[in-house]
């Protein structure tokens, strides 16, 4: 079954702590991207990556940070730095990123920071 | 600043019926548009994609276009309560650098009754 997992589904950690997210794609997809939701508002982009090696930062990038070592795989890493962490983490992927092509979104992690 | 609009709702609609959700965008060079469907707590799935002018259907649903006036619309025939969720809709558009970027509302809440 081609998709995206991510792993974990749900993620618990105290204050201070670096946390990091999985994103895996077996789709042959070139861009991978990921977005943050919080309760009530639409998806927000922390970082996006066209090609493997390579990395934009999204609009809310601060206090995050991703690798892109293989296509597969694009992990986001949340560390201590970020103010609100405690949100819902999406990582999705499209066939590339140079055109307005769709975006399929893997089952996400729910982090709570406490 | 790209914006998403969309009318948070709650839309009710009763079962059989046509439910019609609404968007419009602000980047008038926005090429590419989607409406995802998210169940509470899970991940968004895309079920529409429209690049053209016009209407595009699929099974039950309908997606229009309007580029000129800026907005998006989505309609549901023959509502059914397995359709009650959110229906986010995005805006694709040039972001520099070779890339495309979506630009999500804040998505519209669908209860149909049966």
């Known amino acids: 079954d081609g998709g995206i997992t991510q792993s974990p589904k749900y993620l618990f950690r105290k204050e201070g702590q670096n946390v990091t997210l999985s994103c895996e794609q077996n789709l042959n997809h070139d861009a991978m991207y990921w977005y943050r939701q919080d309760p009530g508002q639409g998806l927000r982009l922390i970082y996006y990556?066209?090609?493997?090696?390579?990395?934009q930062k999204g609009d809310i990038a601060e206090g995050y940070s991703v690798s892109r070592e293989k296509k597969e795989s694009f992990p986001l890493t949340v560390t201590s730095a970020q103010k609100n962490p405690t949100a819902f983490y999406l990582c999705?992927?499209?066939?590339?990123?140079?055109?307005?092509?769709?975006?399929?979104f893997g089952p996400g992690t729910r982090l709570t920071v406490t | 600043q790209k914006e998403v609009e969309q009318n948070s709702g709650p839309l009710s609609v009763p079962e059989g019926a046509i439910a019609s959700l609404n968007c419009t965008y602000s980047?008038?060079?926005?090429?590419?548009f989607f409406w995802y469907r998210q169940y509470s707590g899970k991940s968004p799935e895309l079920i529409m994609s429209?690049?053209?002018?016009g209407d595009k259907e699929d099974g039950r649903f309908t997606a229009q276009l309007n580029k000129a006036s800026q907005y998006v619309s989505l309609l549901i025939r023959d509502s059914q309560p397995s359709d009650s969720a959110t229906y986010l809709c995005a805006a694709s558009a040039y972001s520099g650098a070779g890339s495309y970027q979506l630009t999500f509302g804040k998505g519209t809440k669908l209860s149909v009754i049966p």
């Open positions: 429209i690049y053209s002018n």
């Open positions: 990556s066209q090609i493997v090696n390579d990395f």
């Open positions: 999705a992927s499209s066939i590339d990123g140079l055109a307005g092509y769709e975006q399929y």
């Open positions: 980047d008038r060079v926005s090429q590419s």
